[in-house]
């Protein structure tokens, strides 16, 4: 498999970085190819603006969308969203690796997506979800938190933890076409020993030796919703 | 009421732009005094990093909750956070208004959430949720959306809005203390009439009316949680 990971932390020396050299040790030793897009390392551009577009198909009035579609099929993209299209474009499975801040990703990634997966590249023209652009390929969230577990049960105090990555893992992940796998959660790291992290640290390279044969999250393709797009009655639960 | 609007939209024709001046409008005639964090305009930084500490607590290992407690305590933070502080604090009222991208803001949006909302002023030493840092004041969500209503209810394709705003709604604004007003949404502008696009900034309009009798959303407090953070059986509904 090819494997892209986009990696959003800026501390060399923390938890997140961690998870990703784990991730790129045991995936390549396993005969995997690993590709890192750092994002604080590579300074992303978070800000989605005009300026993602050397034409405007519109100069005088940003409809971002329109412009999205215009330059996927011309080109003329900004070269690094172009770049990190292309990644995405080899890869077999993406891993988002990210400490969750604020019940989601820090800035500079969702920049990443709100750039990156552009219309015409990644949905559009009736692709999305189980037909979206990036159909074919895995997609897995890694996360830490500062909260321990209990917190993200689904009585717990911050919420179910399913229900905060519903955003992400069906938002973005299903609706470009990803098969979502079960996320990795690392829960309170700077809370842990030494011994604790090392678990996680284990518990990650067991999770990713699993990844070829893991079931996706089994969320409703688009034959399961009426013209009305609600969910048919015989998939409702 | 002070109200603060922090606003993210590139383009000033946008029906975002039309939704914020609607609000400008309607409440400064109600006798509200408003201000707007236009954060495109602004240029706001919205990526979260080790810049944001005038001085660091520890230069070689950057933890950020620890560096923000630091910076908070001794206004070390960077100018332009302290100024959207200062707004905050001095606010009775913030609305986010922002399109939803993937199903949440966009990133220059979520940088001023990752910067400005830091451990010592948000929350942190044991205050948030119902003791949070902005304790005593309102917040409200205003979105647009990309896709029609129905694809947004409980059965719908997109998934229920609630559910899509909860890591907002709930891991934002309520843990830091804000009362939540239920959020106003736009459905689908770009693929409404003139007429349509009128009678939603008059629906607007309406309901900012209503904002000092509005019922905030019922999130549990912290009080229904037992010592292990679950919510007692007797608020499970």
Not at 198 to 217: F, H, S, V, W
Request: charged fraction near 25%; proline fraction near 5%.
């Amino acid at each position: 498999m090819k494997v892209l990971i986009v990696y959003a932390h800026e501390e060399p020396h923390s938890f997140n970085a961690a998870l990703k050299n784990t991730a790129i040790k045991t995936l390549e030793a396993a005969g995997h190819s690993v590709i890192v897009s750092d994002l604080y390392r590579m300074k992303f551009k978070a800000v989605a603006d005009g300026e993602d577009f050397l034409e405007r198909r519109d100069k005088h009035y940003l409809k971002r969308q329109l412009e999205e579609k215009a330059a996927a099929e011309l080109g003329t993209l900004s070269h690094d969203i172009l770049t990190e299209q292309k990644k995405l474009r080899d890869c077999d499975l993406l891993i988002l690796q990210f400490p969750l801040w604020w019940f989601s990703m820090p800035a500079i990634l969702k920049g990443w997506v709100d750039r990156v997966m552009a219309m015409g590249f990644a949905y559009g023209g009736g692709q999305w979800y189980d037909t979206g652009g990036m159909k074919g390929r895995k997609a897995m969230v890694s996360v830490t938190t500062g909260g321990p577990d209990f917190m993200y049960s689904p009585l717990g105090r911050n919420g179910d933890m399913d229900k905060i990555l519903f955003p992400i893992q069906h938002g973005i992940l299903y609706f470009c076409g990803f098969e979502v796998l079960p996320p990795f959660v690392a829960y309170s790291p700077a809370h842990a020993s030494p011994e604790q992290r090392d678990a996680m640290l284990k518990n990650y390279g067991k999770r990713l030796a699993t990844l070829e044969t893991l079931q996706p999250i089994a969320f409703h393709p688009t034959h399961h919703f009426d013209e009305r797009m609600q969910l048919k009655p015989e998939f409702q639960s």
